[in-house]
């Protein structure tokens, strides 16, 4: 059964960097799957942020692409999100997950809550 | 970007009634790049149906997904207590990938 599960800061400074890391464990990262991050907030609902393969590649969402960094650790099987010039706009509730292949995400991390405040 | 809406926002039910959510996209996309989600406070969203209307694994069978183009459907045929939740559709169809504003599934 794979499991991912996310840590970092829970709060950030505003026009702070956000860094976040999703271990996973029960499978290998090196997989014919994403792994994606995906954000939620009362505001915006679900919101996917960007994903990336195991070879290095990242896809992101157009709306956040010039602040995202999505990176890969295969040596430790786990994956990292870095979001720059943080705002209250950033307060939220922050998933890593998986996407099967290029399709649906069928694991997710319990998530993680990032409090951007000064 | 696909816009994905959904309707209601909030459903009223009883244990035992028949739910229906609908989704809606801007354009249309096939069916098999739709899936939908089971959200409970606190918890992650839970995969339960992709491709429109293939259930994820352990999910029973009073959940059935239908629908093609721009409409979709989630049909619940009797709520169970553990149904009352919040469900959203997502499209993978196209990048960025996108979600619906949810429906919850309250008791009346």
């Known amino acids: 059964q794979v499991q991912l599960q996310e840590s970092g800061p829970g709060l950030v400074k505003p026009s702070g960097t956000l860094s976040l890391t999703c271990a996973v464990s029960g499978g290998s990262i090196i997989s014919d799957n994403w792994w994606s991050w995906v954000r939620q907030s009362p505001g915006k609902g679900l919101e996917w942020i960007g994903e990336i393969y195991h070879s290095g590649s990242p896809n992101y969402n157009p709306s956040l692409k010039t602040r995202v960094t999505i990176s890969v650790d295969k040596s430790k099987n786990q994956f990292s999100l870095q979001l720059t010039s943080m705002t209250a706009a950033d307060t939220a509730v922050y998933y890593c997950a998986r996407r099967r292949e290029v399709d649906y995400f069928d694991y997710w991390g319990q998530g993680t809550q990032v409090t951007v405040s000064s | 970007e696909i816009v994905l809406t959904q309707s209601p926002g909030t459903l009223s039910l009883s244990p035992g009634e028949r739910a229906t959510l609908s989704c809606r996209a801007s354009?249309?996309?096939?069916?098999?790049?739709l899936a939908w989600y089971q959200q409970k406070p606190g918890q992650a969203p839970r995969l339960l149906m992709f491709?429109?209307?293939s259930r994820a694994t352990g999910i029973p069978d009073r959940f059935s997904g239908s629908g093609s183009g721009t409409d979709f459907t989630l049909t619940i045929s009797r709520l169970e207590p553990e149904d009352f939740a919040v469900y959203f559709c997502q499209q993978y169809a196209r990048s960025p990938l996108t979600f619906g504003g949810g429906t919850k599934v309250e008791i009346k």
């Open positions: 354009q249309s996309i096939s069916s098999i790049y």
């Open positions: 491709g429109a209307s």
